[in-house]
């Protein structure tokens, strides 16, 4: 019987070690427009890409997955919620609304649609970064500053993590904007991670 115990016992061990190890990683979504898809970057040089170096670096076991596209308004975001949904991300950083400052769409346009995005998002039960950004100064001050006010008053509204300004720990850095004067350079790139991190570490789990 002691025999016929210990076989069993070390079978369900066996069975319990090999679930752990075939565990999948937590998901993290990076759902954005150009500066998430790494436009003008050569493959892994992407701040998703930089993002998922230093989450592996300190031990947090996520698989980053980069959702972005070029030329993408809050309206396309929109379109893509499901396929974003069908992915079971356990987080998503959500950067949206710089096309849609730079082409003047309506403020009011803006901000349904990230509304609607970070309400399907919350109400899934996914942690959320909403990562903004500001506009250039020839787009008038009035203009600017609704637009920016617009990304805090719906982070407060969701409780959503917020990093008001992706681009703030590099727009005085040398090297980090590509010649559009836009899109991030790889050393941007890895920047941005940067000033991602300390907002997204408390929606993230270390360990299996």
Known sequence: MDVRRTFLVSICLLILASRVVAAPPRVLVCFGDSITAGYGLTDGLSFPDALQRQLDA??????VVNQGTSGATTKDAVASLPSILRLHPQAVIVEFGGNDGLRGLPLAQTRQNLDQVL?????????????????????????????NQLFSSLATKHHAAFVPMIYKDLVHVPGTIQQDGIHPTAKGSEIIAHTLLPALRPLLRKGQ
């Open 119 to 147: 309400t399907a998002l919350v109400g899934a039960h996914i942690q959320v970064l909403l990562a903004g950004i500001t506009l250039p100064p020839n787009y008038g001050p009035d203009y600017i500053q609704s637009f």
């Open 58 to 63: 300190q031990g947090y076991h996520y698989k």
